[in-house]
């Protein structure tokens, strides 16, 4: 009786899986420099508009393509005149927006149709799977830009591209990790005892394929931002003259001749902020155990 | 040989899906897909005639089966911007892409393999941490910016080679002398970078897993030279590290537009701009199809190469 009364204390106290991870998590000084080095960009773009030293929109043709360290200019300015730091700034905004959005309506549309094909099985999940396997058979980049280039340029259908590349890939994850738990006991237990579907799937798939789904999309963020301002490098995505690093570097790419390390500027912020995300990612998935 | 064969009889529903998703493109475009062709003037007359000689006044599924019917003769449409045959255009550029993205691949692999296999022998060693950093760096640049930084420090600051272009002749006229090769260098390592960090990554893993096997430990304890033991790690290598290669040289071919418009290498890239720019749909259409059946027959070919390479896969 006593031995049991200590073991209902020891598991008690025993911290839960969530503290575990975060606490593992905390202990990966690459991934929390990662996640500090992400949180001051979000940080930045929330307070652009008090964090600008210019007007970002300001052009002047006298003080085109200054380079990085002129008087007024930390880091030089664009090829219309405008103030470089103040453009990077606010394009976090943009950045970022155009970069985590279609992977957070991926993640819920992906699971959603993921789990619902896994836990069905049969000619529900036939019917799902082999529609997401066409899509899953492009190339991302190529899909993101057959898309958006039929779409036409504009934010609103680059968001919708990305997003049509990224739900079939977190589908197939959902999917897999459904069929794997719909199988398991304590499933067929809940069935036995009379559970219906939908407490089935809320009180023991869910918690049990959200994580692995989570860390998958976790990983795609860092793709995603690339392929954001890809878009935008090619005039598919934000439009002028809305600072967007991509579009930044799309439309200072003649200026490599004068001003290189100004050109370069924008990309190396895409750069900084897609190696971040997959550090970050990297750290999460090693504190979840989950292999690749 | 029955995996084979369901592996390659279900391709053929998704080839008619990649079919089916290249030709609704047209359809989930904005506006009338015939602007582009119209003068802005024209009669609503005109324009009836014109639908009909591209076949828009015919239902949906009888235009797809039309279209796919041609496509399958080899025959892709006519492009509205340039009036020459889609499979011609395509048929350039497939060639220049696929000549660029081998290089890198080729590039990629042999340092990608060069990484992993010391990495995976000398595990924690600053090649093993150099390694690991490659393959984060690989898949975390944007390769648009890698490939401007790379212009920028090549060509405009040393002026070792050049930034644009496929070089004398254009694309049509190509050879394998230093003439010509100096233009593929800048892109061709460009792009390397992501099968480098993706193949250094995997074969690291694969040696480190291979090496700590006992049947390792078994033939190092009858006496094999490291040599020999090398030769059993290669082996069971292989099949892995080819099918990445292939898919990869898949993945370049399809992300290269990105790329090609930064150098302007005329390949399928650099065409697939200019076909959404100037709204070619034709063009666009037949491009994105071959690019993706290309990707499709390519992912179907690696799986049968490996399966013949290791006959204990037989995946569903």
Request: glycine share 8%.
């Amino acid at each position: 009786m006593e031995m049991t009364l200590d073991n209902a204390a020891a598991v008690e106290r025993s911290p839960g899986y969530w503290t575990t991870v975060g606490r593992r998590l905390l202990r990966n000084r690459l991934a929390m420099g990662a996640a500090l080095i992400l949180l001051a960009l979000i940080l930045v773009a929330i307070f652009a508009p008090w964090l600008m030293p210019a007007d970002p929109y300001a052009s002047s043709i006298l003080k085109r393509l200054k380079p990085i360290g002129t008087e007024g200019y930390p880091l030089g300015t664009d090829e219309l005149g405008r103030d470089m730091l103040s453009r990077l700034i606010l394009g976090a905004r943009l950045s970022l927006f155009m970069g985590i959005t279609p992977v957070l309506i991926a993640f819920v549309l992906g699971s959603a149709l993921g789990i619902v094909a896994g836990y069905a099985g049969g000619w529900t999940n036939t019917a799902i799977m082999r529609v997401v396997d066409i899509f899953y058979a492009f190339p991302s980049v190529l899909l993101a830009i057959a898309l958006s280039g039929t779409l036409g340029a504009g934010v609103g259908n680059a968001l919708l591209s990305l997003t049509i590349v990224f739900v079939p890939q977190i589908a197939r994850v959902a999917e897999s990790v459904t069929t794997q738990v719909r199988h398991r006991e304590f499933v067929d237990a809940a069935r036995a005892s009379g559970a219906s579907a939908l407490t089935i799937v809320r009180a023991h798939v869910l918690n049990n394929v959200l994580g692995p789904i989570f860390v998958y999309a976790t990983g795609l963020i860092s793709v995603s931002m690339i392929l954001a301002s890809g878009l935008s490098f090619l005039g598919l995505g934000v439009m002028p003259p809305e600072p967007e690093w991509g579009l930044m570097l799309n439309t200072l790419r003649t200026a490599i001749y004068t001003q290189p390390w100004v050109a370069a500027l924008p990309g190396a912020m895409i750069f900084v902020t897609s190696i971040s995300f997959n550090l970050l990612a990297d750290g999460i998935r090693s504190a979840m155990e989950i292999k690749d | 040989m029955s995996y084979l064969l369901r592996r390659a009889l279900y391709a053929l529903p998704i080839l008619l899906g990649v079919a089916l998703l290249c030709f609704s493109l047209v359809h989930i475009a904005p506006g009338d897909p015939l602007v582009s062709v119209l003068p802005p003037d024209a009669s609503e007359e005109m324009r009836r005639q014109l639908a009909a000689l591209y076949g828009f006044d015919k239902p949906f599924i009888e235009q797809f089966v039309h279209w796919l019917t041609r496509a399958l003769h080899g025959d892709l449409g006519t492009s509205i911007a340039t009036s020459r045959p889609v499979m011609q255009e395509v048929a350039t550029a497939v060639v220049n892409s696929v000549r660029l993205a081998a290089v890198a691949t080729l590039i990629g692999f042999t340092f990608g393999c060069l990484f992993g296999f010391v990495a995976g022998y000398l595990r924690d060693s600053a090649v093993d941490r150099a390694a690991s950093f490659l393959s984060v760096f690989g898949v975390s640049v944007p390769h648009y910016w890698l490939g401007m930084v790379l212009a920028i420090v090549f060509s405009v600051m040393l002026g070792w080679l050049p930034a644009t272009g496929a070089g004398p002749g254009g694309s049509g006229d190509w050879s394998w002398n230093w003439e010509h090769v100096q233009y593929m260098l800048l892109p061709a390592i460009t792009m390397s970078v992501i099968p480098m960090g993706i193949v250094a990554r995997t074969i690291r893993a694969l040696v480190a897993e291979i090496l700590s096997n006992e049947f390792i430990v078994g033939l190092k304890a009858r006496g094999l030279s490291d040599l020999a033991v090398f030769r059993h790690v290669v082996k069971n290598v292989a099949p892995t590290a080819l099918s990445v290669m292939g898919l990869q040289l898949g993945y370049l071919l399809g992300g290269s537009i990105l790329i090609e418009t930064v150098f302007a290498w005329p390949g399928t890239g650099f065409l697939l701009n200019s076909a959404i720019f100037q709204r070619d749909f034709p063009l666009l259409q037949g491009t994105i199809l071959v690019l993706a059946v290309f990707f499709v027959l390519l992912n179907l070919a690696v799986d049968a190469l490996q399966t013949l390479f290791d006959p204990r896969i037989q995946r569903n």
